[in-house]
């Protein structure tokens, strides 16, 4: 059974993983040369489009980023510091960002991947809606910017995403522990993605 | 209450919006080089994808621009306008399109707010998808040319249509008469818009 | 009356459809310098967004490719496939890839109008909905790669979809059987594409 106490840690990590995406996303705006309303859009796209897009494709209308006044806020009050400490906040240590940012990483992933499971889709939909909870922001950031997205052409991000969100599917089928399924599936994520950065890891192209 | 005779000039005036918005999306569909295909297509995208954005996440499906095969038509009207007038068309006056556009966008974001407060969202989504009805068709068709969206970089746009919403909202809540709360939002953005325009505000960037 | 070896029929053709579409999205993913996420990104949004995105304006969530894991697992399977050969797969022969795409072309715009127009949409929107079916997973894939679509600037393609999908919703309005109308439909369609190929058709643009 999901308790309450672990459903509130659930909702604060949901949120301060919204915070940080949502955090690079104004950071990024600014790099780009936008202005305040591109660092709102570009905060929200990275950090809640992502989740917003599972929740149309499997039905769950209006998508959570939209019914929870919370995440949005959370996402514009993120944008709101970029713009008020400027250039200091692009100065920001990188090696906690992503640090964090994995962890964030692994968080919407695996919660994506079990909200879509609890919608009915079979596993390889709910593991394919766990990875774009985690990645879909950042997509369509990088498409709002013309540029071809991060994910499409190198580093392991997609991919840790994925490999946390099948574990999770193979724990759920086997119905293993919930909080157990998530940690693991969460630290799988984490774990590769770590690793990818500190080994400078990419996927093997198709030689062209 | 809303009398019939207002519902019918709300109706009238979404097709005016619409087939400018489609005018100003066809012309800039012949400026980038974009065949009849593009044309139709940049056209239906300028004028109502913003509001099929706002329907999709309320779950009001089909969309209206789907249901309502005037909306769509009225968007292929200014594309066929468009490409039999040609270069004409492309000498347009500037001073008429912009005032026009800045009603147009007034309307879109007051008849989008209050759609989506109906819808039973909170306040806060209910004023961000109504300037997502407003400005959304633009960001579109700015992705489908492969540019950064314009709201993002410059212009007080979104800003004008975010604070006219934001005004349809506490109107709303107030249980203000609707007609006098459309008429004040609209307004607002119509007034902010032209303003924005005349004296050449734009918002402060971050300093990079 | 729909018969039981025919829909089986459907199926397969549509399986079909979707690995050629999966296949060039692939291929377009290594010319393109993207890694294996990439690759599956493009072979999954060319053969089935098209369809996802009808799917989600006729309200029926989850879609089809989210729903039914052979059609995601079948566009896996060609991006897989382009991987393994790599190089040689670069260098598959023009003209039937030529063919067979517009056969798919014609097959999904076809069924894409008729499971529209079944959701109970008007006809303008049904014969919409079955084009974008067929061309709008492109439209998406270029965007991915941060490219203006092709179909809006050159070539006869969407124009093909729509005067296929337009004979079937006049043949659906005449109560004509459903295997002629689909026909008849598809075969127009897949007949102007490669007349428009063979003759270097294009839409006569607006002159700038």
Redesign the interface.
């Known amino acids: 059974m999901v308790t309450t106490p672990l459903l509130r840690l659930v909702f604060v990590a949901d949120l301060a993983g919204t915070f940080l995406f949502a955090l690079q996303g104004a950071l990024i705006?600014?790099?780009?040369?936008?202005?305040?309303?591109?660092?709102l859009?570009?905060a929200f796209s990275t950090a809640l489009v992502g989740g917003?897009i599972r929740d149309?494709?499997?039905?769950a209308?209006?998508?959570v980023a939209?019914?929870?006044?919370r995440l949005?806020?959370t996402a514009f009050l993120a944008a709101a510091l970029?713009?008020l400490f400027?250039?200091h906040?692009?100065r920001l240590p990188m090696l906690p960002i992503i640090v964090l940012d994995a962890a964030a990483l692994g968080l919407f992933a695996v919660a994506g991947t079990i909200k879509a499971h609890g919608?009915g889709?079979?596993?390889?939909?709910a593991a394919?809606?766990g990875t774009v909870t985690g990645v879909g922001g950042g997509?369509v950031r990088d498409?709002?910017?013309?540029?071809?997205?991060l994910?499409?052409?190198?580093e392991i991000y997609?991919?840790a995403a994925f490999a946390g969100a099948v574990l999770v599917v193979i724990g759920l089928r086997l119905r293993l522990p919930l909080a157990l399924v998530a940690l693991a599936g969460g630290t799988v994520c984490f774990v590769i993605r770590l690793l990818a950065v500190w080994q400078g890891w990419?996927?093997?192209?198709?030689?062209?």
Chains 1, 2, 3 share one sequence.
């Open positions: 705006a600014v790099r780009a040369g936008l202005d305040p309303v591109g660092m859009v570009l917003l149309v494709l499997i039905g209308l209006p998508p939209i019914k929870d006044w949005a806020s970029v713009y400027g250039s906040a692009l919608a889709v079979n596993g390889l939909a394919l809606l997509v498409m709002l910017l013309a540029r071809v997205p994910i499409l052409h190198s997609a991919t990419s996927l093997p192209k198709v030689p062209y």
